[in-house]
């Protein structure tokens, strides 16, 4: 099994940047697809962005193409996900999440998921 736990959300104003990091635990050695989702007050959860466990592979939605970036290192089993040009409508609670059945975009099943962590962008 895999534990995630997502650091890095915070305040922001709008056009600024901000990075979140997601620190894994468990069967790393274990190839897995990362994941980040995100959930704003009275919606429901929308993918964010994929990489595939070689990182050569990456996903993501139309909202951020252009400014967020994934990433992860796997000798540190650690991810992370660059936000820039941030927007008010960003404003949500961001999980990572890691998926064992392979890449598949935004279509991909995703195991296990972190916490969550508040990123607020104010106007």
């Known amino acids: ?5 997502e650091s890095g959300g915070g305040l922001v104003q709008a056009g600024g940047s901000l990075r979140l990091s997601c620190a894994a635990s468990g069967r790393t050695s274990s ?3 990362m994941g980040w989702f995100r959930q704003a007050p009275g919606k429901e959860r929308e993918f964010v ?18 400014r ?14 660059q936000m820039n040009s ?3 409508e ?3 609670v961001y999980y990572c999440a890691a998926g064992l059945r392979g890449f598949a975009g935004p279509l ?6 972190g916490q969550g962590t508040q990123v607020t962008v104010s106007s």
Do not use: E
């Open 1 to 5: 099994q895999v534990q995630l736990v």
């Open 31 to 33: 190839s897995y697809v």
């Open 49 to 66: 962005a994929a990489i595939s466990w070689s990182g050569r592979s990456t996903s993501y939605a139309d909202s951020v193409k252009g």
């Open 68 to 81: 967020f970036t994934i990433s992860r290192d796997n000798a540190m089993n650690t991810g992370a996900l």
């Open 86 to 88: 941030l927007k008010p």
């Open 90 to 92: 960003d404003t949500a």
């Open 108 to 113: 991909g099943k995703f195991d296990y998921w």
